[in-house]
């Protein structure tokens, strides 16, 4: 028999997705702020900016505008940088006047699988299991703008 589920554990995300490039690559599509700024943000979603400075200690910062006209700003601290295996960044959204809300964290695994990249993205520290589910939504898309800046042509 299964075990039950920790209902008082805090909800987490967990998103696994391989990419049809090589490792290096893929690492450096997340560290180098040309290659975010193609990809990093919903599908629809214009890019306002995308400053990347990755390295521990280092910060970046996306502006996006939603189909709508809004403009949603994120922020974040790298606490992590192993290249090409490993990222781990805090993780907030700003209020309207720049300052970041509640903290998550991310961490984001990169595996070589048969020329191909195993990533797996996890974050953690959600406030709830809606808050869970709406960044599940924003990765999901993220990550399918992801693949495909990175696919072959």
Same mark, same amino acid.
């Given at each position: 028999? /299964?075990p039950? #589920? @920790? *209902?008082a554990?805090? #909800?987490?995300?967990?998103?696994?997705? $391989?990419? /049809?490039?090589?490792?290096? *690559? $893929?690492?450096?599509?997340?560290?180098? /702020?040309?290659?975010?700024?193609?990809?990093?943000?919903?599908?629809?979603?214009?890019? *306002?900016?995308? #400053?990347?400075?990755?390295?521990?200690?280092?910060?970046?910062?996306v %502006?996006?505008?939603s189909?709508? %006209?809004?403009?949603?700003?994120?922020?974040?601290?790298?606490?992590? $940088? $192993?290249? #090409?295996?490993?990222?781990?960044?805090?993780y907030?959204?700003? @209020?309207a006047?720049?300052?970041?809300g509640?903290q998550?964290?991310?961490?984001?695994t990169?595996a070589?699988?048969?020329?191909?990249?195993?990533?797996t993205?996890?974050?953690t520290?959600?406030?709830?299991?809606?808050?869970r589910?709406?960044?599940?939504?924003?990765?999901?898309?993220?990550?399918?703008?992801?693949?495909?800046?990175?696919?072959?042509?």
């Open positions: 028999m /299964a039950a #589920p @920790d *209902l554990a805090p #909800p987490e995300l967990v998103l696994t997705r $391989v990419i /049809a490039a090589p490792r290096a *690559l $893929v690492f450096r599509a997340w560290t180098d /702020a040309a290659h975010a700024a193609r990809w990093w943000g919903r599908q629809g979603f214009t890019k *306002l900016s995308c #400053p990347i400075d990755a390295r521990p200690g280092g910060r970046f910062r %502006g996006m505008r189909p709508a %006209g809004t403009s949603h700003w994120k922020q974040g601290t790298y606490r992590e $940088v $192993v290249a #090409p295996e490993r990222l781990v960044f805090t907030a959204w700003e @209020d006047a720049g300052r970041p509640h998550m964290l991310v961490t984001i990169f070589e699988q048969d020329g191909r990249t195993r990533l993205l996890r974050q520290g959600f406030e709830s299991v809606e808050s589910d709406a960044h599940q939504g924003g990765w999901t898309s993220c990550l399918a703008r992801f693949a495909a800046d990175l696919a072959p042509a």
